[in-house]
């Protein structure tokens, strides 16, 4: 197998835009060189996770590694994967290189308040909002708690 081209968005320290990366490869290369942080280990992780590793010792991705957008895109895809497949979380999470733990964080976000979903995939939430906040707000099934924990004044506005 030959790789000619990486693109990784929404990935570590690798978003939208600007701060994409684009790494064309040419045959041959055996290398990825750079300095301290400059994104080595998580393009190596990028691969494997692209390339479904099941090996847990080989693959190092977190919940942060993803951008709010695209963890949300995950759960509910996941989610539709579960019900049209009826597996388990055990056995999605092994066709995916993640543990069970980690589906069942990610599918929490299934839960949040269609105005929450609004703000999270359009950016008006408060810049400081982690993945991780979302998935707290989402043990909450009441939509009005939900807007509380996150400090929202009300869910009644339009997105």
Request: proline share 3%; net charge neutral.
């Amino acid at each position: 197998m030959y790789v000619s081209h990486l693109s990784l968005r929404n990935f570590r320290q690798f978003g939208d835009g600007n701060d994409n990366l684009e790494l064309p490869l040419s045959s041959g290369v055996t290398a990825l060189v750079g300095r301290n942080d400059s994104g080595k280990s998580a393009v190596i992780d990028a691969i494997r996770y692209a390339l479904l590793t099941r090996d847990q010792n080989y693959i190092r991705v977190e919940p942060e590694d993803f951008h709010i957008g695209d963890a949300i895109g995950l759960a509910y895809r996941w989610h539709d994967e579960l019900l049209k497949n009826r597996e388990t979380f055990t056995a999605l999470a092994r066709r995916y290189g993640v543990t069970g733990p980690f589906v069942h964080r990610r599918l929490r976000l299934i839960q949040l308040s269609p105005a929450v979903l609004c703000k999270s995939l359009n950016g008006t939430l408060a810049v400081n909002t982690t993945l991780e906040d979302l998935t707290e707000a989402a043990k909450h099934l009441d939509w009005d708690r939900q807007a509380q924990f996150l400090g929202l004044d009300s869910l009644a506005r339009s997105c």
